[in-house]
T-cell receptor, first 111, second 114 residues
């Protein structure tokens, strides 16, 4: 069935790069997403990638997609303390439009 | 400003007392959805609606009802809340169910059922 898996926690130092990984199972997903949730807030769409792309870059964010291995990653360059949040990977079910979320990765950025 | 508005933001209630969480979007989106967020489980879809008067169950619909009488509103109804419905709830909307269908989320409603 549909499933999205992420590691639960990542800690980095300010200025380093962060890489958050995600695996998914639904090979028919055409779009994959990264959302950010800051404490006490809703979900903010960071970026998304179409399944026929391998990479997408948007300022400090780089998304890599390995469709063969069903692996998605989000790289944040020059990580700042303001990047501390929970990051959710999600795929969209093509028939219902449902977003299938991973458990979320808590990113802790140490000064 | 384009937004999804949920009310209330926080709610404490007792078992069995009917409650409604409202959701409204001002973007003329066809697709609306409710999710609940629980620690370690991410977000799971409760119900969704493809358009007015069209609703369907998501992954965890038990104990919930929804209605979609108007395009902009999609209330979530708990007829007889129980403690296992204590959670953080999010409403979301997107232009259509297909395509990139970027979903916009409300700020969330934190519900505690005692």
């Amino acid at each position: 069935g549909e499933d999205v898996e992420q590691s639960l926690f990542l800690s980095v130092r300010e200025g380093d790069s962060s890489v958050i990984n995600c695996t998914y199972t639904d090979s028919s997903s055409t779009y994959l997403y990264w959302y950010k949730q800051e404490p006490g807030a809703g979900l903010q769409l960071l970026t998304y990638i179409f399944s026929n792309m391998d990479m997408k870059q948007d300022q400090r964010l780089t998304v890599l997609l390995n469709k063969k291995d069903k692996h998605l990653s989000l790289r944040i360059a020059d990580t700042q303390t303001g990047d501390s949040a929970i990051y959710f990977c999600a795929e969209r079910a093509s028939n219902t439009g449902k977003l299938i979320f991973g458990q979320g990765t808590t990113l802790q950025v140490k000064p | 400003e384009a937004q999804v508005t949920q009310n209330p933001r926080y709610l404490i209630t007792v078992t069995g007392k009917k409650l409604t969480v409202t959701c409204s979007q001002n973007m003329n989106h066809e697709y609306m959805s409710w999710y609940r967020q629980d620690p370690g489980l991410g977000l799971r879809q409760i119900y969704y609606s493809m358009n007015v008067e069209v609703t369907d169950k998501g992954d965890v619909p038990e104990g919930y009802k929804v209605s979609r009488k108007e395009k902009r509103n999609f209330p979530l109804i708990l007829e007889s809340p129980s403690p296992n419905q204590t959670s953080l709830y999010f409403c979301a909307s997107s232009p259509t169910p297909q395509g990139a269908g970027i979903q916009y989320f409300g700020a969330g409603t934190r519900l505690s059922v005692l």
